[in-house]
């Protein structure tokens, strides 16, 4: 993505003769691949100590917001979106809040 931002700025700047163009031109492109660079999602997946070692995997921008996102879809699996007591809610709490270390 980058090399073709550079391409197409080295085009564009044969065009472009004036020096406060390239410089819009440049800020442009370079706006537009921080963007792309910023919404880059990644999958994580995260282990939980359950009877059958329940698995989560999260698509987000970064390992903590895709923590919070399997912890709460951990609690909705295991309390299977049903309010389960407050002694097994915090059971589940407390799984969906210490996923196993690989």
């Known amino acids: 993505m980058l090399l ?3 391409f197409i700025f080295g085009v564009l700047t044969i065009w472009f003769t004036n020096d406060i163009e390239k410089a819009i031109i ?6 537009i691949l921080s963007t792309a660079k910023a919404n880059a999602e990644e999958y994580y997946t995260f ?15 970064n390992r903590h917001i895709a ?11 295991l309390s299977k979106d049903v309010y389960p007591g407050e002694e097994k809610g915090l059971e589940y709490i407390d799984i969906c809040s210490n996923p196993i270390k690989e």
């Open 26 to 31: 440049l800020n442009l492109l370079a706006t």
């Open 4 to 6: 073709l931002g550079w």
């Open 67 to 77: 923590f919070t996102k399997a912890s709460k879809l951990c609690y909705s699996i």
């Open 47 to 61: 282990r939980y100590k359950t009877a059958d070692n329940l698995k989560v995997t999260a698509r987000a921008e």
